[in-house]
């Protein structure tokens, strides 16, 4: 019979041996309990990292201008939309910074920042084949700021690289066509100049001043050359204005358009009697009645009638002056069947200063070549566009083509321009009252 003692000690140890299996099990049930939560806060937490970093992306994806993130070895990290399309679509991720931009020049500028660790903001001109853009690239040369700096924040053993890359090819075109229209204008007023200086050396230092005869000769020569300079001063401020804001710079009305022809053709009345031209108006509707800047358009047809005369002295030349309207478009052209433009200089010819050289050999001064580079301006100011066919000989034709919408839109512009400005009150002038 076992001592009560014994029994009591066996029944105490397998109590406690009872309890700490309890004990022992709750651990483990703890224990799963905490893994389970534990990966389930890493689950969400890599969900999280996810999502945040989804919406980075999508972040960065929106902005225009290409940006990567590259490491201190130049290998790019990142590259957003603009960035992979910038680069003709390939991935970049991962590949160094020399065979993502192909371009040494473009590469060097985000070198200098990775090895400097200082910021750098380079441009690049690049020729169209060197683009990045390759194949897809059509505006001949390319340009690009290519704007690293280091992220404050990284670390400085491994510090990573922001890197920017903005195309800036429009604003390259702009200036480098305002420095040739600064060029060109010099050139032009350079020329006329020099001659009336000539001139005047000639009448003050050999003692010309007592020649009437010649000095009468001179003067007229002189005469010519400073109309041409003002003319040149003149067509420039007119561009000018046009390019400042174009559309604010007309004052649109609606106006006839055949009393607008009439203007033109009384205008250059004796050139056409002289050169015994013959002049057609193709006009179905005599009433046809546009919106636009009566100023201008005179203008315009003006100096395309004026081309087709002074382009062409000899005799009988037909010029032919139209315009027609359809739902779409107010459709107005202006052509000759004189010497025509060679189709070489076909695309040049709305460029300021340009006139086709073979036009130009005699030495009489023609024009300063201002002239289609205003009626480009002044009909884009109104929402319409010019083209021109030549067939030399046959028919050389300007044909300008308004949308009716623009048309529209510019004379409610103007008609809300115009209208009083309500709740003004009205100006009440203060003075002595007239003495009764
Ligand atoms: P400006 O108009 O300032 O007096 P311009 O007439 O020489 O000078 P644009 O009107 O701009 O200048 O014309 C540019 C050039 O285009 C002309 O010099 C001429 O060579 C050519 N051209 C224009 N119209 C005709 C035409 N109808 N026939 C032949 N050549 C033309
Ligand atoms: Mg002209």
């Not at 910038?86 to 590949?95: A, K, N, P, S, V």
């Not at 358009?257 to 179905?284: G, Y």
């Not at 005699?362 to 030549?390: D, F, M, N």
Request: overall charge negative; charged content about 30%; proline content about 4%.
């Amino acid at each position: 019979m076992p001592e009560p003692f014994t029994i009591a000690a066996v029944l105490a140890a397998l109590c406690a041996l009872l309890a700490l299996a309890v004990t022992a099990l709750r651990l483990r049930r703890a224990r799963a309990e905490f893994t389970r939560e534990v990966s389930s806060w890493r689950m969400k937490l890599d969900i999280d990292m996810a999502q945040s970093r989804r919406e980075r992306d999508q972040l960065l994806d929106a902005l225009g201008d290409a940006f990567m993130l590259v490491d201190a070895d130049a290998r790019v990290r990142f590259a957003n939309k603009a960035a992979r399309t910038l680069f003709r679509g390939r991935d970049l991720t991962g590949r160094t910074v020399h065979e993502a931009f192909l371009d040494q020049r473009l590469a060097a500028a985000l070198m200098r920042c990775l090895e400097t660790g200082e910021p750098t903001v380079t441009r690049a001109v690049l020729a169209q084949q060197s683009s990045p853009l390759g194949d897809q690239e059509r505006r001949g040369v390319n340009a690009w700021i290519i704007d690293a700096a280091r992220l404050s924040d990284s670390p400085a053993e491994d510090p990573t690289t922001r890197v920017v890359i903005r195309d800036v090819t429009r604003e390259y075109q702009t200036e480098q066509i305002r420095k040739d229209f600064v060029a060109n204008a010099s050139h032009e007023l350079r020329t006329p100049l020099a001659i009336i200086n000539g001139y005047l050396e000639n009448l003050i230092d050999d003692d010309l001043l007592d020649d009437p005869e010649l000095t009468r000769r001179f003067l007229k020569v002189m005469r010519k050359h400073t109309e041409r300079i003002s003319r040149i001063v003149e067509d420039m401020l007119v561009i000018s204005r046009l390019e400042s804001g174009e559309a604010a710079a007309l004052k649109v009305k609606p106006f006839r358009m055949r009393s607008c022809f009439n203007d033109v053709l009384e205008r250059l009345e004796s050139v056409i009697h002289n050169q015994e031209a013959t002049i057609r108006i193709d006009m179905p509707d005599l009433d046809l009645t546009f919106a636009g800047d009566r100023f201008y358009w005179t203008q315009v047809l003006f100096n395309l009638v004026e081309n087709a005369l002074k382009q062409n002295p000899r005799k009988g030349l037909t010029v032919t002056i139209g315009c027609v309207r359809d739902e779409e478009v107010t459709r107005i052209w202006v052509s000759d069947d004189g010497v025509g433009i060679p189709s070489a200089d076909l695309t040049h010819i709305f460029r300021r200063f340009y006139r086709v050289e073979k036009h130009h050999s005699q030495e009489e001064i023609k024009g300063t070549g201002l002239g289609l580079s205003i009626v480009k301006r002044a009909i884009e100011a109104h929402g319409g566009s010019i083209q021109v066919t030549s067939i030399p000989g046959q028919d050389t034709r300007f044909t300008i083509e308004v949308p009716r919408e623009a048309e529209a839109r510019l004379l409610e512009e103007a008609e809300a321009n115009a209208l009083p400005e309500l709740g003004k009150a009205p100006e009440i002038e203060v003075g002595t009252p007239p003495e009764s």
